[in-house]
């Protein structure tokens, strides 16, 4: 009798360990989640393109064509963002029709005239970024 009260009550143990280290499992990822989720959010607040990077830099102007609500989850992080079918006019006449997300412009903007920029890590405008210009703020001590 002792050892059919030993055998269930290690049987009671093991089964409480499994359903533990499962609802450790399921809390970690939960919780990589959650933060992940957070960071990729205050990456995608950033609008701008910065001349920080090698490569070649165009300034121009976009005018809005469309824009589409994306979230409350997505590529972006957490809340809701405006993806936008964007033309952009550049220097020497060029054209660039492109999707930007991000926020970086909204219906607010169709019938504007945004100021953007183009980044393109080679000579011949292939593998380009857009965004409104970054602007780097210098700060004097007094």
């Known amino acids: ?16 360990v499994r359903m533990r280290v ?15 989720g957070a960071l990729i959010t205050v990456a995608s607040l950033n609008k701008g ?13 976009a005018a809005v ?4 609500r994306t979230g409350p989850v997505s590529q972006y992080g957490f809340g809701y963002w405006w993806t936008c079918r ?23 903007d169709v ?7 183009e980044h393109c890590e080679g000579n011949d405008h292939d593998n ?3 965004g409104r210009p970054g602007k780097r703020e210098t700060f004097s001590s007094r």
Not at 49 to 61: C, E, I, K, S, W
Not at 86 to 104: D, H, K, P, Q, Y
Not at 111 to 117: D, E, M, N
């Open 86 to 108: 964007v033309e952009v006019s550049l220097s020497e006449g060029r054209l660039a029709t492109t999707t930007v997300g991000r926020s970086i412009v909204s219906p607010s």
């Open 128 to 130: 380009c970024t857009y």
């Open 49 to 61: 393109v910065y001349p920080a990077q090698d490569g070649n830099y165009d300034h121009g102007t």
């Open 1 to 16: 009798m002792a050892s059919v009260m030993h055998y269930r009550l290690m049987a009671t143990n093991s089964s409480w």
């Open 111 to 117: 019938g504007r005239q945004v100021p953007f920029t």
């Open 22 to 36: 499962f609802a450790d499992a399921v809390g970690l990822a939960v919780v990589t989640f959650l933060l992940t």
């Open 65 to 68: 064509l469309s824009c589409d």
